[in-house]
């Protein structure tokens, strides 16, 4: 499966994405611009101050109408103190409002995300690893939380004070205010050009990400595996040449977005000394006011240096793209296997089903099955028998909706699966797989999984009848007894058990057991097929099996072989036709066909 083509205009794409936060988002806004406006003035309290002292009765508030000196200087006071609260209280409001909007976008952007990647068919897990998918769903969103926290209200804060210091700059020395600018467009276009070259960078820096997090989710998974075929030192080299590539793209990354912020602050300092040294020469020749000269040079202090943090803003926001290019994507694969709309009570199944003409082969594989038909009646118990990669498996991957053949239909009672509710359609099939996943919680917890509204006598009676009641009040917590991850507390025959438990309390009108025994000791076995025959009534049964010892009383057994469908039929029909039902038959039980002779003792008596 080809992944999708690379999400353009992240940003935008984003915020059409947090467009019903619109309100929140324009309040935070407003919070974060008139926090930055009372931010900028104590350089305009300051070259009060000093116009106070310096021009004294002729100063700036005795021509509003303050006259005396001292009353001059405790009306600035007052001013200092409310604009200080204020500033205080929209810097609050900013940061709570930003904080709680990245966690809230963070939040549903995760969610949807995972809801999105429940809804992809089964091939696309087939294909992509768990870990990357893991970087994705958390690091990548983490990046997007950690610059709307902070990224987007330092953007929004910059432009405020760009803006407002050219507008003072302007009014009270526009002779000089052109040359304090000049750095400006400067530091712009080199943002520019920092982002685009950094931003390929940081895409290589998340894929690598995505690498290092699948192979150590691979290896926790595997641990059994690699401690008993002592690879430990083969696994360690392993993720350490992964993390030393993401180390190494890290590297690259750094070496440009670590140049950014001295090369500006070189740049601003030329405004600073402009400033700093043509309204000084204005000042004395007398064309400037003193309480000016000391706003435009505080004023050139605010603008410019924090223009130096730009780098950090922008080094946060490109790192923060690459991560929503991946988000973007995962949310842009198409999902292929799509509902149906019509409804289907599991109460009114009554379980006929039928392939016809069906088509199907994985992608880049030849073909599983190429036109079959096959038709199951109601409360039958049927059996699916072959060799490995015959479509035993994929029957039921079909039948659940995992995969849609290319062509050809399936129906149960009649009705095309691919027309019914998603969610009706599984709610009556139950699935007992030969690879068990319990959930870390405990046994009841997992007996319930599904059907979570079930009773404690509920589950209780699904146990017993699964035959694992006596095993589970056994354990010291019984039913609140915690499985451990994958349910590795428990053994093979014990999870498979909690298995069968789980779809008894489901209670599906159609019942599917993919090798249900195949990896459980005898008596594990007999115990397992005891609890089988007792759900099976009433039900249709579909049983996958390599063992026929299993099926041999099945109501109707399916032979599959690599060509299709081979034949069918009860198990003493197949063994009288002698096809190739019989010849499994006859290799699981250690006959010999008909003419075959012992083979010769070889000179060294070894046969």
């Known amino acids: 499966m080809s992944s999708p083509a690379p999400t353009t205009a992240p940003l935008r794409r984003l915020a059409r994405y947090a467009s019903s936060h619109r309100r929140r988002t324009w309040l935070a806004v407003l919070?974060?611009?008139?926090?930055?406006?009372?931010?900028?003035?104590?350089?305009?309290?300051?070259?009060?101050?000093v116009d106070i002292v310096v021009q004294r009765e002729n100063s700036l508030l005795a021509r509003l109408g303050v006259v005396d000196v001292r009353d001059q200087l405790w009306v600035l006071a007052a001013v200092t103190l409310a604009i200080w609260v204020l500033e205080s209280l929209f810097e609050y409001l900013q940061k709570w409002l930003w904080r709680n909007l990245a966690q809230t976008i963070q939040h549903e952007l995760r969610v949807d995300a995972y809801d999105h990647v429940q809804r992809l068919q089964l091939a696309f897990f087939e294909e992509r690893r768990t870990g990357g998918l893991m970087s994705i769903l958390n690091d990548d969103i983490n990046q997007l939380e950690r610059f709307l926290d902070m990224g987007a209200?330092?953007?929004?804060?910059?432009?405020?004070?760009?803006?407002?210091?050219?507008?003072?700059?302007?009014?009270?020395?526009?002779?000089?205010?052109?040359?304090?600018?000049?750095p400006i467009p400067l530091v712009l276009w080199g943002s520019f050009a920092f982002q685009r070259r950094i931003a390929p960078r940081y895409r290589h820096v998340r894929e690598q990400a995505g690498l290092v997090n699948g192979q150590l989710a691979s290896n926790l998974a595997g641990i059994p595996t690699i401690k008993s075929f002592t690879t430990e030192a083969h696994e360690t080299e392993r993720i350490r040449a992964l993390s030393d590539g993401y180390r190494i793209a890290n590297r690259h990354a750094i070496r440009l977005s670590s140049a950014f912020?001295?090369?500006?602050?070189?740049?601003?300092?030329?405004?600073?000394?402009?400033?700093?040294?043509?309204?000084?020469?204005?000042?004395?020749?007398?064309?400037?006011?003193?309480?000016?000269?000391?706003?435009?040079?505080?004023?050139t202090q605010r603008l410019l240096w924090p223009l130096t943090a730009l780098g950090e803003v922008a080094d946060l926001y490109q790192r923060a793209m690459a991560s929503t290019h991946r988000?973007?994507?995962?949310?842009?694969?198409?999902v292929t296997i799509r509902s149906g709309a019509r409804r289907l009570a599991t109460a009114d199944v009554v379980g006929r089903v039928a392939f016809e003409d069906v088509h199907f082969a994985y992608a880049g594989r030849p073909p599983v099955f190429a036109g079959l038909n096959l038709h199951i009646a109601p409360n039958q118990s049927?059996?699916?028998?072959?060799?490995?990669?015959?479509?035993?498996?994929?029957?039921?991957?079909?039948?659940?909706?995992?995969?849609?053949?290319?062509?050809?239909?399936?129906?149960?009672?009649?009705?095309?699966?691919?027309?019914?509710?998603?969610?009706?359609?599984r709610r009556a099939?139950?699935?007992?797989?030969?690879?068990?996943?319990?959930?870390?919680?405990?046994?009841?917890?997992?007996?319930?999984?599904?059907?979570?509204?079930?009773?404690?006598?509920?589950?209780?009676?699904?146990a017993r009848t699964a035959e694992a009641h006596d095993f589970i009040t056994a354990?010291?917590?019984?039913?609140?007894?915690?499985?451990?991850?994958?349910?590795?507390?428990?053994s093979g025959g014990q999870r498979q058990r909690l298995s069968i438990a789980r779809a008894v309390l489901k209670d599906p009108p159609i019942l599917i057991l993919?090798?249900?025994?195949?990896?459980?000791?005898?008596?594990?076995?007999?115990?397992?097929?005891?609890?089988?025959?007792?759900?099976?009534?009433?039900?249709?049964?579909?049983?996958?099996?390599?063992?026929?010892?299993?099926?041999?009383?099945?109501?109707?057994?399916?032979?599959?072989?690599?060509g299709g469908l081979e034949e069918t039929g009860t198990h003493d029909e197949l063994l009288a036709r002698g096809g190739v039902y019989a010849g499994l038959w006859r290799v699981q039980t250690g006959q010999r066909q008909p003419g075959a002779e012992r083979p010769a003792a070889s000179a060294s008596g070894v046969r």
């Open 31 to 49: 919070c974060s611009v008139l926090n930055k406006l009372f931010d900028l003035a104590p350089p305009v309290l300051i070259g009060t101050a």
């Open 153 to 182: 209200n330092a953007l929004i804060q910059t432009l405020t004070s760009t803006l407002l210091i050219a507008v003072v700059f302007f009014a009270l020395a526009p002779a000089i205010a052109w040359l304090a600018m000049v």
């Open 261 to 299: 912020s001295p090369l500006i602050r070189m740049i601003i300092v030329a405004g600073f000394i402009v400033t700093l040294v043509l309204g000084g020469l204005d000042t004395l020749d007398g064309t400037l006011a003193v309480g000016s000269y000391s706003v435009l040079v505080f004023m």
């Open 327 to 334: 988000v973007m994507d995962l949310l842009d694969t198409p």
């Open 382 to 425: 049927v059996a699916f028998v072959g060799p490995t990669g015959a479509g035993k498996s994929t029957l039921v991957k079909l039948l659940l909706r995992m995969y849609d053949p290319q062509s050809g239909r399936i129906t149960i009672d009649g009705l095309p699966i691919d027309g019914l509710a998603l969610d009706d359609l």
């Open 429 to 462: 099939v139950g699935f007992v797989s030969q690879d068990v996943y319990l959930f870390h919680g405990t046994i009841a917890e997992n007996i319930a999984y599904g059907s979570f509204d079930a009773s404690r006598e509920a589950i209780e009676a699904a």
């Open 475 to 490: 354990l010291p917590a019984g039913y609140d007894t915690v499985v451990g991850e994958w349910g590795q507390r428990l």
């Open 514 to 562: 993919d090798e249900a025994t195949s990896s459980v000791d005898n008596e594990t076995e007999a115990a397992i097929q005891r609890s089988l025959e007792r759900i099976a009534v009433g039900r249709v049964t579909l049983v996958i099996a390599h063992r026929l010892s299993t099926v041999r009383n099945a109501d109707r057994i399916f032979v599959l072989g690599h």
